[in-house]
């Protein structure tokens, strides 16, 4: 039996794989990104690869760890690369014998009243004993459970990309959300001082309308710039309550307060990746995975095809029966049997060619998604790098615009203080200065913003350094 087996052997190594071999597809990269700016810096060694330091917040860097090791998405998807190693396991455990051992005890009793007695000397009642060992072993001619492996290890790599691809996405929406929340938390101290502001003029007016030195109408139109200015207060609280709770959701924890650091001013803004296009189909994990995905669904097309062959397999037994136990395990008691069951598949009625269809066909929209894939990537980093000239832009004009405005309204003051106009010209400039502020913290936000974009879509070498950390730090169940 050890030659068969090692003829069997031999035979499986000389053997072809059906169906087709992986080949990466050809595609068409830009030259180079259209918005490339000329101070992007080149791609740095992976050792620089937590981007939102850069920020130069530490609150910031602990929220990022601290998703990194509870937020429950990516604890699922560490799961499912756990799930998938497993089903790799078993896909090429079949390449392997499978070895059994069994034993058995049964005790028989025959009626000794039948129509059909037993004959003299013969025992109505027995005892039997067994110890055997069982083997099988699919011999792989054809490949098939070689491409079930392959198929298998492609899917398991696809689901660590798509974990890889979950801590892309959480690093930067919590990046995002705490820089939305610093904007959020400057709008209303704004909103705040406005109000404080305003409410001291009007208690300046209410004083002078008292002693006859203003109109009523003066004193009624500062009153409601007040009342407008309180009427934005409970909109910002909302929305930094909100904010929270949103952020706690991706560090995993129930709603609440959370801590901060630098102020939306004291962020500093990170500086801008470089790189090539071509770059982004060994940067951006979900690239990776669907490539992977693609690998899989090729391997499929061999698993199919090989239904078409022989299913050939090696079965043996050995071990040893006795009516006594003191008997089970001598020579006499020994029984052994080995067996080359072969299976041919004559007429499915096209199944078996319905089932390869079905593979190409899921081959075909594999290759179209991971072809889709690399130009989504494109489009976003392209998307990202106009996001973040133009937030630039914007924000030297807010600036601008926002210093003009105090200008206008220290000018609109002294003139109605010098009686030169109506109080409508300081309530206006007053009106269009709030409204600038608020702006212009919008677009320190939108830049911030555009920039973690732009990490985002050029993914790197941080995303794994960064899934390394959710590996050794998370908590899942």
Given at each position: ?477
């Amino acid at each position: 039996m050890r030659r068969l087996i090692l003829c069997a052997a031999g035979a499986i190594l000389a053997g072809c794989m059906v169906g087709p071999d992986y080949r990466r597809p050809r595609t068409d990269s830009p030259a180079g990104w259209r918005a490339a700016t000329p101070d992007a810096r080149e791609v740095l060694p992976a050792v620089e690869v937590r981007w939102w330091e850069q920020f130069g917040d530490p609150v910031l860097n602990d929220l990022v760890a601290t998703a990194l090791g509870e937020n429950k998405e990516l604890q699922l998807a560490a799961l499912r690369v756990e799930e998938f190693a497993a089903r790799y396991g078993i896909a090429r455990a079949d390449l392997y014998p499978q070895v059994g051992a069994g034993a058995g005890y049964a005790h028989q009793k025959s009626t000794e009243r039948g129509g059909n007695p037993l004959p003299a000397g013969y025992k109505s009642s027995l005892d039997s004993f067994s110890a055997t060992l069982n083997a099988s072993w699919e011999l792989d001619f054809w490949g098939r459970i070689r491409r079930s492996g392959e198929a298998a290890r492609a899917q398991l790599l696809a689901t660590e990309e798509g974990r890889q691809a979950v801590v892309l996405s959480l690093v930067s929406s919590v990046a995002a959300a705490y820089v939305n929340l610093r904007n959020l938390d400057r709008q209303l101290e704004i909103s705040r001082q406005t109000a404080d502001s305003r409410r001291k003029t009007l208690e300046m007016f209410e004083q002078r309308y008292r002693g006859g030195v203003i109109s009523e109408m003066e004193l009624t139109q500062t009153k409601i710039l007040y009342e407008d200015s309180l009427a934005s207060i409970p909109q910002f609280e909302k929305a930094v309550a909100q904010q929270e709770n949103g952020l706690n959701l991706l560090l995993g924890r129930n709603p609440g307060p959370l801590p901060r650091s630098r102020t939306m001013d004291q962020l500093l803004a990170p500086s801008i990746p470089g790189g090539i296009p071509s770059e982004l189909l060994t940067r951006r994990p979900d690239i990776r995975q669907a490539e992977q995905t693609l690998i899989a669904a090729n391997a499929q097309i061999g698993i199919a095809r090989a239904a078409y062959f022989p299913t050939i397999s090696l079965t043996g037994m050995f071990g040893s029966a006795s009516a006594e136990l003191t008997d089970l395990f001598t020579g006499p008691a020994r029984i052994w049997s080995v067996s080359v069951p072969v299976s041919v598949p004559i007429f499915t009625a096209g199944k078996i060619a319905a089932t390869v269809s079905v593979s190409e066909s899921q081959r075909d929209q594999a290759l179209i998604s991971y072809q889709k894939a690399i130009q989504d990537a494109f489009r976003e980093v392209e998307d990202a790098l106009v996001e973040q000239g133009t937030a630039r832009q914007q924000l030297a004009v807010r600036r601008t615009q926002r210093e003009d405005l105090e200008k206008y309204l220290r000018l609109a003051t002294a003139r109605y203080d010098n009686g030169y106009s109506s109080y409508l010209e300081v309530l206006d400039a007053e009106r269009n200065l709030f409204s600038a502020q608020l702006s212009y913290v919008q677009g320190q936000a939108a830049l911030l913003q555009a920039l973690i974009n732009l990490y985002k879509a050029m993914g790197g070498g941080w995303v794994g350094d960064a899934a390394g950390s959710a590996v050794r730090t998370g908590a899942a169940p």
